[in-house]
């Protein structure tokens, strides 16, 4: 198991400033949720910052909002994802659900075409993952998308070669049980992303850092523990857990970074050895 974070969390800054915080903190590597730097500048800066400070990229997610030049439909953005993901040496490139409500429609048929064209991008040395989608809006009407279904999803990444990566806080905003379905998406998960997430006034608040909210993730990470898995565990905070960016946003960024790995590697020391005090149960936040 492996412990990363996505550059998401302080969006707006370069790449190599979450690269540096996961080398000071002890992360394995970053998810890079591609944004300005990397849509307008290319591969090359990114390349330098990884090879100067020495972290690796584990993994490429589409952008967190619509950027100026970035393509509207599938097949145009998900090979471009895979492609940063090859050049930066990545594992794993993130694709999200199309929404449709007929598996004959021309929407699942372009989502289908995006995904060949992925795989094609990827020349075997990336594998595309499918992340579960949050439709507590959708659900609220009545009605869910055809890939809202677990089991769906689940069978439609196998049958397209597609690993699966888990949002938790998407399935908690859902009212999935949150451990049900990381066991359901066990043989195809690639990548999990950790995150908490709380119920205010009826209305979900999410990407939470993990223990500040209802989800049972310890439980969860101690299930993947036994299960063998070995892939990553991503952290994606929302950038408004940090608030005001400069050294202010930096160190609440440090400081919640490091209690979610100080939580990540406590529940994974439980579990590989119960009943025995962990050293890694100290927070960040609790050392004198």
Do not use: K
């Given at each position: ?46 390349l330098r910052a990884i090879e100067r400070i020495g972290v690796p990229v584990l993994s490429v997610h589409p952008p967190f909002t619509s950027l100026p ?20 040496g990545a594992e794993l490139a993130v694709t999200h659900t199309l929404n449709f409500y007929d598996p004959d429609s021309p929407r699942n048929a372009h ?112 299930r993947l523990v036994a299960s063998g898995y070995t892939g990553l565990v991503t952290v994606e905070l929302h950038p408004r857990e940090i608030g005001w ?44």
């Open positions: 198991m492996r412990y990363s974070f996505s550059t998401g969390t302080l969006y707006p800054l370069p790449l190599a400033t979450s690269l540096r915080l996961a080398r000071d903190l002890g992360y394995d590597g970053v998810e890079l949720a591609l944004g300005p730097e990397a849509l307008y500048l290319g591969e090359a800066p990114l030049g970035w393509p509207r439909w599938p097949s145009q953005r998900l090979p471009r994802v895979v492609r940063m993901a090859r050049a930066l989502l289908s075409q995006a995904i060949r064209l992925g795989h094609v991008a990827g020349e075997g040395r990336v594998a595309l993952t499918i992340e579960n989608s949050q439709y507590t809006s959708r659900l609220a009407r009545g009605h869910m998308a055809y890939l809202d279904h677990t089991q769906r999803l689940i069978n439609y990444a196998r049958t397209r070669d597609c690993g699966l990566t888990y949002d938790t806080c998407h399935a908690g905003a859902s009212h999935e049980d949150v451990l049900l379905t990381g066991e359901l998406m066990r043989p195809l998960l690639r990548n999990v992303h950790l995150n908490d997430m709380t119920w205010r006034d009826h209305r979900p608040r999410t990407h939470l850092t993990p223990g500040d909210g209802e989800l049972p993730l310890r439980e969860l990470l101690q960016w400069g050294i202010g946003g930096y160190r609440r960024a440090e400081r919640l970074l490091g209690r979610a790995l100080a939580f990540m590697r406590r529940a994974v020391s439980e579990a590989a050895h119960p009943g025995e005090p962990s050293a890694l149960a100290v927070e960040p936040s609790e050392r004198g």
